[in-house]
């Protein structure tokens, strides 16, 4: 059982870069997934973050990903619309605050894969370092 599944979020113990992982597949599409819960106060190391395709997804013409926080009511404060149809690894876009707040956070995304997708694999991570008091 991976770490920061279940709340509260646990920390490995050691100062190393940890993270969040979620598989998403085609049967996804419109849904909104629960990555993982981020540590109050964790920096996010966003070249190190974003989705890995492993399978393209093949629905039509729209085959995105949002990824953000819960709290924000796009879940795309961190990612939006990152392509899903080509095969590669495709890192955060969005220019915000890499560091989560006050409490801890939740992190969420959603698959939008369109026209009858039939294939589609990918790999979330959300790489992270906890603050150092």
Same mark, same amino acid.
């Given at each position: 059982?991976?770490?920061?599944?279940?709340?509260?979020?646990?920390?490995? @113990?050691?100062?190393?870069?940890?993270?969040?992982?979620?598989?998403?597949?085609?049967?996804?599409?419109?849904? /909104?997934?629960?990555?993982?819960?981020?540590?109050?106060?964790?920096?996010?190391?966003?070249?190190?973050?974003?989705?890995?395709?492993?399978?393209?997804?093949?629905?039509?013409?729209?085959?995105?990903?949002?990824? #953000?926080?819960? /709290?924000?009511? $796009?879940?795309?404060?961190?990612?939006?619309?990152?392509?899903? #149809? /080509?095969?590669?690894?495709?890192?955060?876009?969005?220019?915000?605050?890499?560091?989560? #707040?006050? @409490?801890? #956070?939740?992190?969420?995304?959603?698959?939008?894969?369109?026209?009858?997708?039939?294939? $589609?694999? $990918?790999?979330?991570?959300?790489?992270?370092?906890?603050?150092?008091?």
């Amino acid at each position: 059982m991976g770490l920061n599944n279940q709340v509260p979020a646990r920390d490995a @113990g050691y100062q190393n870069i940890q993270y969040l992982y979620k598989k998403i597949t085609y049967a996804d599409d419109g849904k /909104t997934v629960d990555v993982g819960t981020l540590p109050e106060g964790a920096l996010i190391l966003k070249p190190l973050s974003g989705v890995h395709v492993q399978v393209a997804f093949n629905g039509g013409t729209t085959n995105t990903l949002d990824i #953000g926080p819960s /709290t924000d009511s $796009g879940t795309d404060l961190w990612a939006t619309v990152l392509a899903l #149809g /080509t095969i590669g690894f495709v890192p955060l876009d969005e220019v915000v605050s890499n560091i989560v #707040g006050s @409490g801890q #956070g939740k992190v969420q995304a959603k698959v939008v894969s369109t026209a009858s997708a039939s294939a $589609g694999i $990918g790999h979330i991570v959300i790489a992270f370092l906890n603050p150092v008091n």
